[in-house]
């Protein structure tokens, strides 16, 4: 199977595609590197440098490859900065994902796997743990971006035949996540601690996530390749955990005796939110498996090979 990942040098991306390396399959990634880096690329797979945006060099790729499969990745996923640059997040996300569509039709491409943000479309929830049948009521503009294209690739099933499954993720945490962006509390506090310097808190610590070991999700990627056809499945532990549960579980694998700032809680973020992920534990025949604190062991354990480099 040949299977184009867009997004392939960013954290989550890259460990789709060794996943899917390790797994048999042929794979190449397009990155415009933008956020991902080159050594996070697999060896084995064929690398194409490449915007989304940019339609007949993304074309060219289409008709060197003649992928089977697209995963798409690539995305604007800063909730902040999509609201302070809400044109950029709506290129990216909705421009950038209706190319891929139109180039998965015209080359023959039998199914579109899509990474959508089971953070971000749901909205303040209503109820918890949240179900794929919880309204759609995004505060940001990166959950409307996100959303909007999971309308975009029902519309390409309904009027094309292009089969897809969207995997509406939770927080996707684990090795090689940036800890030096806006997003991605587990590495950014993480990252902080073990160089001695103090975590920010936004709002009180009582915000909760679900978090999710990237391992975990690669194995829901693996499994949509061939189940959960034209389905919008959740994918998370299924378990909440408090911002300050983070910084302290941290702490502890860290050895840090300081406490974390607070300022503050951000416009566009929720207070608390977990999933029901029965429906993506049925159709693709998957659970989450790693616990939470040895996610963490893990992900601190790759931060530190970097912090002390």
């Known amino acids: 199977m040949r299977i184009l990942v867009t997004g392939g040098a960013g954290f989550i991306g890259s460990n789709v595609v060794d996943g899917y390396i390790e797994t048999g399959y042929s794979v190449c990634v397009v990155d415009n590197l933008s ?50 640059e809400p044109l950029f997040d709506m290129s990216l996300n909705i421009e950038g994902s209706l ?85 991605g509390v587990v590495a950014i506090f993480a990252n902080l601690m073990l160089k001695g310097e103090t975590p920010v808190i936004f709002g009180d610590g ?8 990237v391992k975990d999700v690669v194995d829901a990627n693996i499994a949509a390749l061939n189940k959960g056809t034209n389905l919008c499945l959740n994918i998370g532990s299924g378990k909440e955990t408090s911002v300050r549960e983070v910084f302290e579980s941290i ?16 416009k566009g973020e929720v207070s608390r939110i977990y999933h029901d992920v029965s429906r993506a534990s049925s159709a693709l025949k998957w659970t989450p498996k790693t616990p939470f604190k040895e996610g963490l062991r893990r992900a601190v354990e790759q931060i530190k090979k970097e912090v002390l480099v």
């Open 206 to 213: 009582g915000q909760t996530r679900d978090f999710i070991y």
């Open 35 to 84: 956020k991902g880096r080159r050594k996070n690329i697999h060896p084995k797979a064929r690398f194409y440098e490449v915007d989304i945006l940019n339609r007949h060099a993304l074309e060219e790729v289409f008709i060197k490859e003649r992928p089977e499969v697209v995963n798409h990745h690539s995305a604007q996923v800063d909730v902040r900065r999509s609201l302070s």
């Open 99 to 183: 190319n891929l569509l139109e180039l998965s039709v015209k080359y023959g491409v039998k199914r579109f796997i899509y990474a959508s943000s089971g953070g971000a479309i749901y909205g303040e929830p209503r109820f918890l743990p949240l179900t794929e049948e919880h309204p759609i009521e995004p505060i940001s503009h990166y959950g409307v971006s996100k959303h909007t294209v999971e309308h975009y690739v029902e519309l390409y099933r309904h009027n094309y035949g292009l089969n897809y499954v969207v995997l509406r993720y939770s927080n996707v945490y684990g090795p090689r996540q940036d800890p030096y962006g806006e997003a």
């Open 251 to 266: 702490a502890q694998i860290v050895g840090f005796k300081g406490s974390p700032k607070f300022q503050p809680a951000r």
